[in-house]
């Protein structure tokens, strides 16, 4: 009796170390993609934005002209949007597959469902799950949706992408009102990722499993 007694506490001592399955493939995958597509949106938006660093509202908008916001930037009018604009446009849609990969098996695993719905048992904390639905489910959408609206090749097919948000200057505003919502968000969830144990989050993004109890 005694003897079953110890191995059941071994084994339970042992399990709060053991490494715990925490990420699929599909999700680490996609997630590494996304985070350096989403640098490569951070890095080629800012070249675009230094080639004219105002916001409009409406269908035209240039120097000038009354402006909604002049941003604290300096005017860079040469040299670095042509690559910004291929940067933007390729990681933009790097971004869009890897994202969509995610959703489906997210759907198809019952990853949402699982682990970031309020009736579910999550790892997650409510606050955290609500804004991981957010940026999923209408961030990242809205920041697609206004930059097609952006694109004359695709407004000029649907028009109504970019006539619902009032124009292409509400789009390019509304758009960088969207992408500083997410990098907000990238800052808070690297901050989260350190406060709740760096190297065990790493571990568990890079191979799949975290240990239990580890920070």
């Not at 997210?106 to 999550?122: C, Q, S």
């Amino acid at each position: 009796m005694a003897e079953s007694a110890y191995f059941a506490r071994l084994a339970i001592r042992s399990g709060d170390l053991e490494a715990a399955a925490w990420h699929s493939a599909v999700v680490r995958v996609a997630h590494w993609v996304n985070a350096l597509s989403f640098l490569g949106l951070l890095v080629s938006g800012i070249a675009i934005l230094l080639a004219h660093p105002r916001l409009y509202w409406g269908e035209t908008g240039a120097v000038g002209m009354p402006s909604l916001l002049d941003l604290p930037l300096p005017f860079v009018l040469t040299g670095q949007t042509g690559w910004g604009r291929y940067l933007h446009f390729l990681s933009a849609w790097i971004c869009v597959i890897a994202g969509s990969v995610y959703v489906i098996h997210g759907l198809v695993a019952r990853h949402f469902e699982r682990d970031f719905l309020p009736a579910a048992e999550p790892k997650y904390g409510s606050l955290q799950r609500l804004t991981y639905l957010a940026v999923v489910f209408a961030l990242f959408p809205l920041a697609i949706w206004t930059g097609l609206a952006m694109s004359p090749a695709i407004t000029s097919v649907f028009p109504a992408v970019v006539t619902i948000l009032g124009g292409q200057q509400s789009a390019r505003t509304m758009h960088f009102c969207i992408a500083s919502l997410l990098v907000v968000f990238l800052f808070v969830h690297v901050a989260m990722v350190c406060a709740t144990g760096f190297k065990n989050q790493m571990r568990g993004m890079i191979t799949g499993v975290r240990s239990e109890g580890e920070e």
